[in-house]
C-alpha cells in the first residue's frame, strides 16, 4: 500500500530564515505530487504541482518554490520566510488520476 | 473568485440522524468531485467522490449526490456518528497541464452530539 511522509510535523522559524518542507511517497511510482496550504479559517490552496521529475507547476507567485529532486520526494523550500508565511502544509499525491491522498502536515509557524 | 463553496461553516446534528453538507460549485468545467474529512493538525483523509457522469455514489454510511444543472453537490452521513465530527471539505477536480488539479470549498465543520 502507498504511504506518504512528511517532516517536520512542526516548525517555528523567525521572520527572514530559510524553510525547508519534506514529502515523500513510498509504495507507488510516477505519481503527481501536490502542495497545499491551508491558512488558519480558510480552505486549501494549491500552491505547487510536479507530474515529474525536475517538472515543477506554480498555482501562486509568492516567496516559496518546490523541487522534485527524486520520483517520490517533493521539496517545498523559501529563502526567507514572511509573518504570512504561517500555516498548515500538506503534501498529496495522486496516481494520475484524479483522487489526491494527503499526508499528515507540517503546522509552519513564523515568528 | 471562490469557484467551490461551502455555505455553511457548522452544522450540529444528533447522534443517529443524517447529516446533510452542501457544496456549489460555479467552474463547469469541473468534472469531478470529491469529499474530504480533516481532523485538527491532521491532512484530510478522502471519504467519496463522483464523476460528473452519474448522480449519486454510495460507500457504507456516506452517499454523494451531484446536480449538474444546479451546479451543487452534497454528502449524507447517515446515521451519524460521534466520531464522524471533524471538518468536511468539498473538492471539485478540473484537467490541467498534465495533472488534475483540485479546488476546495473552505470546509463545513460537523459536530455529532451523543
Known amino acids: 500500500s502507498q504511504t506518504i511522509h512528511q517532516w517536520p510535523a512542526t516548525l517555528v522559524q523567525p521572520v527572514g530564515s530559510p524553510l525547508s518542507l519534506e514529502c515523500t511517497v513510498e509504495g507507488t511510482s510516477n505519481p503527481n505530487l501536490y502542495w497545499y496550504r491551508q491558512a488558519a479559517g480558510r480552505g486549501l490552496q494549491l500552491l505547487f504541482y510536479s507530474v515529474g521529475i525536475g517538472q515543477i507547476s506554480s498555482e501562486v507567485p509568492q516567496n516559496l518554490s518546490a523541487s522534485r529532486p527524486q520520483d517520490r520526494q517533493f521539496i517545498l523550500s523559501s529563502k526567507k520566510l514572511l509573518l504570512s508565511d504561517s500555516g498548515f502544509y500538506l503534501c498529496?499525491?495522486?496516481?494520475?488520476?484524479?483522487?489526491?491522498?494527503f499526508g499528515p502536515g507540517t503546522r509552519l509557524l513564523v515568528l | 473568485d471562490q469557484q467551490v463553496k461551502q455555505n455553511s461553516p457548522s452544522l450540529s446534528v444528533q447522534e443517529g440522524r443524517i447529516s446533510i453538507l452542501n457544496c456549489d460549485y460555479t467552474?463547469?468545467?469541473?468534472?469531478?468531485f470529491l469529499w474530504y474529512k480533516k481532523y485538527p493538525a491532521e491532512g484530510p483523509t478522502f471519504l467519496i467522490s463522483i464523476s460528473s457522469i452519474k448522480d449519486k455514489n454510495e460507500d457504507g454510511r456516506f452517499t454523494v449526490f451531484l446536480n449538474k444543472s444546479a451546479k451543487h453537490l452534497s454528502l449524507h452521513i447517515v446515521p451519524s456518528q460521534p466520531g464522524d465530527s471533524a471538518v468536511y471539505f468539498c473538492?471539485?477536480?478540473?484537467?490541467?497541464?498534465?495533472?488534475?488539479?483540485?479546488?476546495f470549498g473552505k470546509g463545513t465543520k460537523l459536530s455529532v452530539i451523543p
Open positions: 467552474n463547469s468545467m469541473f468534472d469531478y
Open positions: 498529496a499525491w495522486s496516481a494520475t488520476g484524479k483522487t489526491q491522498y
Open positions: 473538492a471539485a477536480s478540473r484537467p490541467g497541464a498534465g495533472s488534475y488539479q483540485l479546488t
